[in-house]
């Protein structure tokens, strides 16, 4: 009986401090989409898929907040090479979201984060972690205490890529665009 209510408290405990914490703009998201592989990044990989794990913190009447971000990309190998690439990474970014008494709400978001870059040919792997930027825009669609959202970036990891012609370290860009739900 007692570990009953425990329990029952513990549930309660959980429900209040969810809600409080949306109450004080804290929000968290998954979403999924397409990434695309630019400049001599766009050299070595096809167009891939990723994943996204978001945290927000923005209060309900301040256009700022803060938002990170755990993220995961995959990229198909370009000539015809057996094997892949991903990318799994962390971004903290500022976040400005305008004015807004429609259910779309607009934001533009850039930040800082860490990537984890790793090849695989052939049963072979290496990996390489550096540190880059990125910059973008997207929605927020309510969808009752819900969000989806749709957003874009422009990711530059610094020395992230090899340029094909010199075979100098070169920055690797990337473009995700992201589906997901914000809740």
């Excluded at 096809?46 to 923005?58: P, Q």
């Amino acid at each position: 009986m007692k570990s009953m209510i425990r329990g029952a408290a513990l549930g309660l405990a959980v429900v209040l401090s969810a809600q409080a914490a949306h109450a004080q703009g804290l929000s968290f998201g998954v979403g999924a989409g397409a990434v695309m592989p630019t400049g001599t990044y766009g050299d070595f990989n096809s167009m891939g898929w990723n994943v996204t794990a978001v945290a927000r913190l923005k209060p309900p009447v301040a256009p700022l907040g803060l938002q990170v971000d755990g993220f995961y990309n995959r990229f198909g190998l370009e000539s015809g090479i057996d094997g892949h690439s991903s990318i799994i990474g962390a971004t903290a970014n500022a976040v400005f979201a305008f004015p807004s008494v429609s259910p779309v709400r607009p934001y533009l978001l850039g930040g800082a984060g860490v990537y984890n870059q790793k090849a695989s040919v052939a049963g072979e792997s290496a990996s390489q972690t550096k540190v880059g930027l990125n910059a973008g825009a997207g929605f927020d669609f309510a969808l009752g205490s819900a969000k989806l959202f749709a957003d874009a970036r422009f990711h530059a990891i610094l020395k992230g890529s090899v340029d094909a012609t010199t075979g100098d370290e070169a920055t690797a860009y990337m473009i995700p665009i992201t589906l997901g739900l914000r809740f």
